[in-house]
């Protein structure tokens, strides 16, 4: 069982910026694959951005490119979205997603994570 704790969010106007933290617990194995997702009210959850094994550059999504950078510590296993000129849009709740299985190639959608955590609120506004 794998444990994701989120953390680093909270209210900024627009332009901001915030890091997010999510650690992880409870699993002697490290997660393979993992990303960041975001809900807005009344919108289905969506992918922001993911990790790949091996190298690969990290994927993002269209609205947060250029703004977003996903990174992962290794040893602890401790990942973060730093995320940069934050706008309106980019209020939501934000979940910390994994999955033991590794993701050379495959961009996750966002409920074939098998572990989320309980998510971190940001909210951009004026």
């Known amino acids: 069982q794998v444990r994701l704790a989120e953390s680093g969010g909270g209210a900024v106007q627009p332009g901001g910026s915030l890091k997010l933290s999510c650690t992880v617990s409870g699993s002697a194995a490290s997660p393979g694959c993992m990303g960041w997702l975001r809900q807005a009210p009344g919108q289905e959850r969506e992918i922001v951005a993911q990790?790949?094994?091996?190298?690969?550059?990290?994927y993002y999504a269209d609205s947060v490119k250029g703004r977003f950078t996903i990174s992962r510590e290794t040893g602890t296993d401790t990942l973060y979205l730093q995320m940069s000129r934050l706008k309106p849009g980019d209020t939501a709740v934000y979940y910390c997603?994994?999955?033991?299985?590794?993701?050379?190639?495959?961009?996750?959608?966002?409920?074939?994570?098998?572990?989320r955590g309980r998510g971190t609120q940001v909210t951009v506004s004026s």
């Open positions: 990790l790949y094994n091996g190298g690969r550059s990290p």
């Open positions: 997603a994994a999955d033991l299985n590794t993701c050379l190639r495959r961009t996750y959608r966002p409920n074939e994570y098998t572990y």
